[in-house]
């Protein structure tokens, strides 16, 4: 079963304008981890935030934040004023404590940022 | 070092040719891991390696054969591989499984593996 959902698979925007990404996850475990990448075209996956399950605070940094809301089981995130490096595929992953799988990063689809000048 | 780096960068083998990934990381990191990517999809998870112990094989098909030689090194080892085992393999690592806390991942830049 897909653990996590990101709904979008492309979002198209021009430069300046902010784009949210939109994640859903599910799990039965109360400790638990949630995480977003970055991938270029380059293929590395970069690491962007951590989050675990007991910290809800938002966070921001830069011209990224991130919204964590347990009740809706959501973990958004937003680009404030794009660029055109922006331009990239984004992954929301789930990391759960207390199952056997302890350890395995599962990936939801990903969203393809175009960011046109 | 804050880097996890694999070699090669691309490879390009025969279904009949034997061939190995390699991934080197020098942060300490007991925890290592092998993902396959498909183009336009995401990473998916092969193996796990806890202080050199695989501890998660996800019913990966015999012909993919991992190894991890110390802590600090992870090799996959190719062999009879397919046409559709074309992908970008992902190596990355991780302090410490044993403790339950995750301190996140880091990811080398990959393999972008083709057999003809």
């Known amino acids: 079963a897909q653990k996590v959902t990101q709904a979008q698979t492309e979002i198209s925007v021009v430069e300046k304008e902010d784009v949210t990404l939109d994640c859903v996850y599910e799990t039965r475990d109360t400790t638990y981890y949630l995480f977003w990448y970055k991938q270029p075209p380059s293929g590395e996956l970069v690491f962007l935030i951590r989050r675990n399950s007991f910290d809800e605070q938002n966070e921001i940094s830069g011209r990224y934040s991130w919204n964590f809301q347990k009740s809706t089981s959501s973990f958004n995130f937003t680009i404030t004023a794009s660029q055109v490096v922006d331009s990239a595929v984004y992954f929301c992953a789930l990391s759960e404590v207390t199952t056997d799988s302890w350890g395995k990063l599962q990936f939801g689809a990903g969203t393809q940022v175009v960011v046109t000048p | 070092d804050t880097e996890v780096t694999q070699t090669p960068k691309h490879l390009v083998m025969g279904m009949t040719n034997k061939k190995s990934l390699k991934c080197e990381q020098h942060?300490?990191?007991?925890?290592m891991y092998w993902y396959k990517q498909k183009a336009k999809k995401p990473p998916e998870l092969m193996f796990v390696y806890s202080y050199e112990k695989l501890s998660i094989n996800e019913s990966v098909p015999s012909r993919f054969s991992p190894e991890c030689p110390n802590s600090s090194l992870l090799n996959l080892h190719l062999h009879a591989l397919q046409p559709e085992d074309s992908a970008l393999y992902l190596c990355a690592s991780s302090q410490d499984l044993t403790a339950r806390v995750n301190y996140g991942y880091t990811f080398g830049s990959g393999t972008r593996l083709t057999v003809v």
């Open positions: 942060m300490g990191h007991r925890a």
